[in-house]
């Protein structure tokens, strides 16, 4: 069962760049890499997802090292409205939701 | 607007009482998923369902029933068995089943309180 280790929180100033790092040393050639976001009392909303390559999109870049052993997601500025729990998530058959990484932004 | 509607936003049980979640999606979605969520912690998976007429247990199956007659709904009912009911309940879909690329789509959730 694969699993991803994230820090359980990180603070970032608005405007600013932030990285949110996930482990998944144990990570097989088939998982996808997923991230979704919970904003609070509502439910998660998918922000991105790759499998080898970096991947970007509106909402926000995913870099995969290259052992895929690790991946950072990256919002590059961010927003009041960006605070949320941040979940990783290898995706194969089943997607398993960890605690996440909250993210808290300071104005 | 396409997307998951789940109802009601806020539901109370009362000892011994069974009751229903709404799920339903206008995305022509095959698969459905419910999960469900404590505080601080992450989702976990109850059931889910890959095509109409067909569902299969998660994690934490025991205490929960499903349904998938139409395509569009999956309604969870918690039954009396289930004695640690209070949680956040989420209702989820994706194009397929459960393949690596595909994304899910959550609703906004149903909080059960117990009185």
């Known amino acids: 069962d694969a699993k991803t280790t994230q820090p359980n929180s990180m603070e970032s100033n608005e405007e600013e760049p932030v990285h949110l790092p996930c482990n998944h040393s144990t990570i097989s050639g088939t998982d996808y890499i997923h991230w979704y976001r919970q904003l609070p009392s509502q439910g998660p909303e998918y922000v991105i997802h790759?499998?080898?390559s970096n991947v970007n999109n509106r909402m926000a870049s995913l870099a995969i090292a290259e052992d895929r052993k690790s991946s950072t997601l990256i919002l590059h500025r961010a927003t009041l409205r960006d605070a949320a729990v941040y979940y990783c998530?290898?995706?194969?058959?089943?997607?398993?939701f960890g605690a996440g990484t909250r993210l808290t932004v300071k104005p | 607007d396409g997307g998951i509607t789940q109802s009601p936003k806020y539901l109370f049980r009362k000892e011994g009482q069974n009751v229903t979640l709404s799920c339903e999606q206008n995305?022509?979605?095959?698969?459905m998923y419910w999960y469900r969520q404590d505080p601080g912690q992450g989702l976990r998976l109850i059931y889910y369902?890959?095509?109409?007429?067909?569902?299969q247990k998660g994690d934490i199956a025991e205490g929960y029933s499903v349904s998938r007659e139409k395509k569009e709904s999956f309604p969870l009912t918690v039954t009396s068995a289930q004695k640690n009911p209070t949680a956040f309940y989420l209702c989820?879909?994706?194009?397929?089943?459960?393949?690596?690329?595909?994304?899910?789509?959550f609703g906004a959730g149903t909080r059960l309180s117990v009185l």
């Open positions: 369902s890959q095509i109409v007429n067909d569902f």
């Open positions: 998530i290898l995706r194969d058959y089943d997607m398993r």
């Open positions: 790759g499998l080898t």
């Open positions: 995305l022509n979605h095959d698969a």
């Open positions: 989820a879909s994706s194009i397929e089943g459960d393949t690596a690329k595909n994304i899910q789509y």
